[in-house]
């Protein structure tokens, strides 16, 4: 089976038919459908080879790309070198299992007389504007085509919309990111820095790992049509203490990135370090005249010039709800970085701050690039009071804010995409 990945703009156009009633807002390029297998009772036991997903165009069905990944008892892609049991059976879909599509691969409303060649339908899925996918078994046409094209040896990513170059060794290291119709020069940021520090036995005496020290290791990857997931562990030790490992899931869509943490803590180490806090930033590359902001100054964001002022001292340190965590940066060059952070409900409360640095100077390791042009993101503070520590920060790539004002792009762009699952009553 020879594998093509699609490149042009088109795929991500709205669905041309004659009867023209499947339609899609711009925001909707690049967003991808996820399903969970309980949301398709009718389908759920059925083995995956058999399923395929299809939509309506000029008058049939035909295939589109689509991905099911089975889960583990942490709602993480199952790998077996992970060591986290599978949830269901293996091949076989399961009510956790997940089903992805990208958005604008659906078409219009299949007429009540039409049929797909082979198999029968199983499902109708519901999204946008009168847009359809159609879950089907037993047929056996799939489409060839991927939206992520991700070499995890030598680290190079590419899709329609961006290119991400990592260090093939240190997932955290980022080299180079480009995105299509960026008016900047080089790579638009710096890299990607995770930083865990603790107090040992008391907060004076902190120690602190960076991206040097946590070197995330591969665990198992998969590359799919929607995207590829690598699964990395890495063990945290301060002071000569094994304090937990974490399990983190780097995922790669056509347009925008996640990276899923899970880790749990012993009760013996939240009593030894104090103070605990983990922080996840992007470093960007030069980006003066950029504007940020978040859901406090979505009306009076702060202007990245290289030079620390009263305008920043008040932006950075501030306290995040976890219900509004975003975090947007307008290049102003045809570029823009959505981050959100999602957390399970038990860990709503769990305090969190901006971390905001604007300074052309200062020197933050690692990087490629000295200063802070600027440097932001989050920080995570205490234990959770839970043993298990999830988050997940989501990286969201766009040509700019499309008219719209800050609060009502950051949550349009960063929803999940509503879906209306109907199961035909007989075939």
């Known amino acids: 089976m020879t594998l093509r990945l699609f490149l042009a703009l088109g795929l991500f156009i709205p669905a041309l038919t004659a009867q023209a009633e499947c339609r899609f807002d711009p925001l909707d390029r690049g967003r991808v459908v996820k399903l969970s297998g309980q949301d398709v009772p009718g389908a759920q036991g059925k083995t995956l080879d058999s399923l395929s997903v299809m939509r309506v165009e000029q008058g049939r069905f035909v295939p589109v790309p689509y991905q099911f990944d089975e889960l ?3 709602g993480m892609v199952w790998f077996e070198g992970s060591q986290f049991a599978m949830i269901g059976e293996a091949g076989h879909l399961d009510a956790a299992d997940q089903l992805l599509m990208m958005l604008t691969d659906a078409g219009p409303q299949a007429p009540a007389t039409l049929r797909p060649a082979r198999g029968t339908i199983v499902a109708d899925i519901a999204v946008a504007n009168n847009c359809h996918f159609y879950l089907v078994e037993g047929s056996r046409q799939r489409s060839q085509d991927y939206y992520v094209a ?7 990513t590419r899709t329609a919309l961006y290119e991400l170059n990592v260090e093939p060794e240190n997932e955290l290291n980022w080299l180079y990111l480009g995105y299509q119709g960026y008016q900047g020069e080089g790579s638009i940021i710096d890299t990607l820095k995770m930083r865990m520090s603790a107090g040992v036995l008391s907060r004076f005496t902190r120690m602190s790992l960076d991206n040097h020290n946590l070197r995330p290791k591969q665990v198992g990857h998969l590359i799919g049509p929607i995207r ?6 890495t063990k945290v030790v301060l002071a000569g203490i094994p304090v937990m490992t974490i399990q983190v899931q780097a995922m790669r869509y056509a347009a925008h990135y996640e990276a899923h943490t899970f880790a749990r803590i012993p009760e013996l180490y939240r009593a030894t370090l104090k103070d605990p806090e983990v922080a996840v930033t992007v470093d960007g ?3 003066i005249g950029a504007k940020v902001y978040t859901a406090r100054f979505a009306d009076n964001p702060v202007t990245v010039d290289g030079k620390k002022d009263v305008d920043d001292q008040a932006f950075a340190g501030q306290q995040i709800s976890m219900e509004e965590n975003w975090i947007l940066f307008d290049s102003r060059k045809q570029f823009s970085l959505l981050t959100a952070m999602t ?3 038990e860990l709503l409360k769990t305090r969190v701050e901006l971390i905001y640095e604007d300074d052309r100077d200062l020197k933050v390791e690692p990087e490629q690039f000295t200063g802070q042009l600027p440097n932001l993101g989050y920080s995570l503070q205490g234990w959770p009071e839970p043993q298990e520590l999830r988050f997940t920060v989501s990286l969201y790539f766009d040509e700019g804010l499309h008219g719209m004002e800050a609060g009502a792009f950051a949550q349009q762009r960063s929803a999940a995409v509503p879906y209306a699952v109907s199961e035909p009553v007989s075939e």
Not at 150 to 156: I, T
Not at 228 to 233: A, D, E, I, N, Y
């Open 72 to 74: 583990d008892e942490h």
């Open 150 to 156: 991700h070499d995890v040896d030598s680290g190079m």
């Open 228 to 233: 590829s997931v690598m699964h990395l562990r």
């Open 285 to 287: 590359n030069g980006q």
């Open 343 to 345: 957390v399970p409900d």
